[in-house]
């Protein structure tokens, strides 16, 4: 069971617990959570989780080691731009951090050859870029207490050492 003060992720959204509360209406308990990108919004999570939608945030072990691994996560190659977006999809919301990488890495490569192509930048692929990087790095952000920007280039950073 968390604690108040906790932070946990709630589907794909880090929440720090505001506090738990017993319904009056079924006399359950409730974790009352407050998404850290969006402190108005105000979740109420039965605490005995039956649906899942409730996990631990990462360690900062469990995030060196997903940093060490991403220059061996393959981008998605080969798609047709038909299923691209049900792709994306099923990643974004169903997958894993490993998943949300490739998610990174294939919209990075497809924007990137666009602009190469003095074309301009797929919406699609920016709107998933953007829904990506957020569950990603604002996990790993509150694992290793950094703000957003430190993250994405404290990543960056990592990544480039690994791969030189």
Excluded: W
């Amino acid at each position: 069971m968390y604690k108040e003060n906790d932070y946990v992720v709630y589907k794909k959204d880090v929440c720090k617990i505001k506090s738990i509360k017993k319904s009056k209406i079924n006399g359950k308990d409730y974790y009352i959570l407050v998404p850290v990108c969006d402190e108005s919004l105000i979740i109420d999570v039965p605490t005995d989780n039956r649906m899942g939608y409730l996990r631990n945030i990462m360690s900062s072990k469990e995030v060196d080691k997903l940093i060490n691994n991403i220059p061996h996560i393959e981008p998605l190659l080969n798609i047709n731009d038909k299923h691209l977006e049900r792709i994306y999809k099923e990643l974004l919301y169903n997958g894993t951090q490993e998943d949300l990488i490739k998610i990174i890495k294939t919209t990075y490569l497809r924007n990137d050859h666009r602009i190469n192509n003095n074309k301009k930048i797929s919406e699609k692929d920016n709107y998933y870029l953007n829904q990506a990087e957020k569950y990603l790095y604002t996990e790993i952000a509150v694992a290793l207490n950094m703000d957003f920007t430190e993250t994405k280039n404290y990543i960056i950073n990592k990544v480039e050492e690994l791969v030189k």
